[in-house]
C-alpha cells in the first residue's frame, strides 16, 4: 500500500511541475525590452547594453531566445539560444545558436512557478577566463518584467556578479 501511495504523490508532483513548466513557458514568451548589464572581465567595470529579446515556444519544454543587442553606434549584434526543460528530471538546458555553448542546469522552484512564486533558480557548472567556476541564474518572470541575473563563483568563493538582464514588456 505505501508503494501505491508513493507512486500516487510521485504522478501529483510530476502533474504539478508540468503545469508549473508550462506557466513558465507562457510567461516568458513575447517580446521584451530592456537593457543587459555585465562585468567586463579585463576591467571589472559594468557595461550595458539596450537589449530586445523575443522568447517562442517551439514544442513542449522548448523554447528560442532570440537576443539583439544595440553595442554602439552602427553595431549590432544578435544570438539565438534554445532552452530545454526536462520536467521529470527539473534540468534546464541552454544551447547557444553557433554550438559554442551547451549547459545543464538544476533547476529549483520550477514545481511552484506562478504568479505568486516568480522565481526559479538555475545551479550549474561553467567556465570563466579557464576556470570552472559554479554558476548560479535566478529567473524572475512577471506579467510585464523579466530579469535573468547570472552569477558565478570558484570553489569556496563568495558568488559574483557575471550579468543581468532587466526586461520589460
Same mark, same amino acid.
Given at each position: 500500500?505505501?508503494?501505491?501511495? @508513493?507512486?500516487?504523490?510521485?504522478?501529483?508532483?510530476?502533474?504539478?511541475?508540468?503545469?508549473?513548466?508550462? !506557466?513558465?513557458? @507562457?510567461?516568458?514568451?513575447?517580446?521584451?525590452?530592456?537593457?543587459?548589464?555585465?562585468?567586463?572581465?579585463?576591467?571589472? !567595470?559594468?557595461?550595458?547594453?539596450?537589449?530586445?529579446?523575443?522568447?517562442?515556444?517551439?514544442?513542449?519544454?522548448?523554447?528560442?531566445?532570440?537576443?539583439?543587442?544595440?553595442?554602439?553606434?552602427?553595431?549590432?549584434?544578435?544570438?539565438?539560444?534554445?532552452?530545454?526543460?526536462?520536467?521529470?528530471?527539473?534540468? %534546464?538546458?541552454?544551447?547557444?545558436?553557433?554550438?559554442?555553448?551547451?549547459?545543464?542546469?538544476?533547476?529549483?522552484?520550477?514545481?511552484?512557478?506562478?504568479?505568486?512564486?516568480?522565481?526559479?533558480?538555475?545551479?550549474?557548472?561553467?567556465?570563466?577566463?579557464? @576556470?570552472?567556476?559554479?554558476?548560479?541564474?535566478?529567473?524572475?518572470?512577471? @506579467?510585464?518584467?523579466?530579469?535573468?541575473?547570472?552569477?558565478?563563483?570558484?570553489?569556496?568563493?563568495?558568488?559574483?556578479?557575471?550579468?543581468? %538582464?532587466?526586461?520589460?514588456?
Amino acid at each position: 500500500m505505501n508503494l501505491a501511495i @508513493a507512486a500516487v504523490f510521485s504522478l501529483v508532483s510530476l502533474l504539478a511541475t508540468a503545469q508549473s513548466a508550462d !506557466r513558465l513557458e @507562457a510567461a516568458l514568451a513575447g517580446s521584451w525590452t530592456g537593457t543587459l548589464t555585465y562585468r567586463d572581465y579585463r576591467s571589472d !567595470r559594468r557595461v550595458t547594453l539596450p537589449t530586445k529579446l523575443v522568447v517562442e515556444a517551439v514544442g513542449p519544454g522548448q523554447l528560442t531566445l532570440a537576443y539583439t543587442y544595440d553595442d554602439g553606434p552602427g553595431k549590432t549584434v544578435t544570438s539565438q539560444e534554445r532552452i530545454t526543460i526536462d520536467r521529470e528530471k527539473s534540468t %534546464y538546458r541552454i544551447q547557444n545558436g553557433d554550438g559554442s555553448y551547451d549547459a545543464t542546469f538544476e533547476v529549483s522552484g520550477l514545481a511552484s512557478f506562478a504568479p505568486a512564486s516568480p522565481v526559479i533558480v538555475l545551479m550549474g557548472k561553467g567556465d570563466e577566463n579557464g @576556470a570552472p567556476v559554479d554558476l548560479r541564474i535566478t529567473l524572475t518572470v512577471q @506579467a510585464s518584467a523579466f530579469t535573468m541575473l547570472r552569477e558565478s563563483r570558484t570553489a569556496g568563493g563568495d558568488w559574483r556578479f557575471r550579468n543581468q %538582464y532587466e526586461l520589460t514588456r
